[in-house]
Nanobody, 124 residues
Framework: VQLQASGGGLVQAGGSLRLSCAAS????????FGWFRQAPGKGREVVGT????????LYEDSVKGRFTISRDNAKNTAYLQMNNLKPEDTAVYYC??????????????????WGQGTLVTVSS
C-alpha cells in the first residue's frame, strides 16, 4: 500500500489549504485515515482521524473549528481542510492508514501505513 500526501505549500496567516492523502496499491477497502504533523524540533502529533464509516475525531484543541477531515471512498482518499491557518500550524503533515481505526490512534506505531509527508508553512 502506498500513501501519497499532497497539497502542502506556503500560505499567509489566515489562509487555507487542503491536503489530500490517496491510498493505492494492495489496497484494503476504505481504510481508516489519520493525519499527523511534526513541527521543527518537535515530535509527531496526531491532528485527527477519520474512521472507515466517516466518523471524525480531532485531537488538537488548537485546530478545532479550523480543520476538517473528510474522505472520498470511491477514490480511497482522505482530505484535511485547513482554514484560518496560523504560524504555529507550520509543520510537515503526514497521513497514515490502517484497515481499521486503531484503538490508540494518537500512537504513531498503531498505524501500518504512512505517506511521505507534505510541508505546510504559514507566514505571519
Amino acid at each position: 500500500v502506498q500513501l501519497q500526501a499532497s497539497g502542502g505549500g506556503l500560505v499567509q496567516a489566515g489562509g487555507s489549504l487542503r491536503l489530500s492523502c490517496a491510498a493505492s496499491g494492495r489496497i484494503f477497502v476504505s481504510p481508516a485515515f489519520g493525519w499527523f504533523r511534526q513541527a521543527p524540533g518537535k515530535g509527531r502529533e496526531v491532528v485527527g482521524t477519520i474512521s472507515r464509516s466517516g466518523g471524525v475525531a480531532l485531537y488538537e484543541d488548537s485546530v478545532k473549528g479550523r480543520f476538517t477531515i473528510s474522505r472520498d471512498n470511491a477514490k480511497n482518499t482522505a482530505y484535511l481542510q485547513m482554514n484560518n491557518l496560523k504560524p504555529e500550524d507550520t509543520a510537515v503533515y503526514y497521513c497514515a492508514a490502517d484497515p481499521n481505526l486503531p484503538k490508540t490512534p494518537s500512537w504513531t506505531k498503531a498505524w501500518d501505513y504512512w505517506g511521505q509527508g507534505t510541508l505546510v508553512t504559514v507566514s505571519s
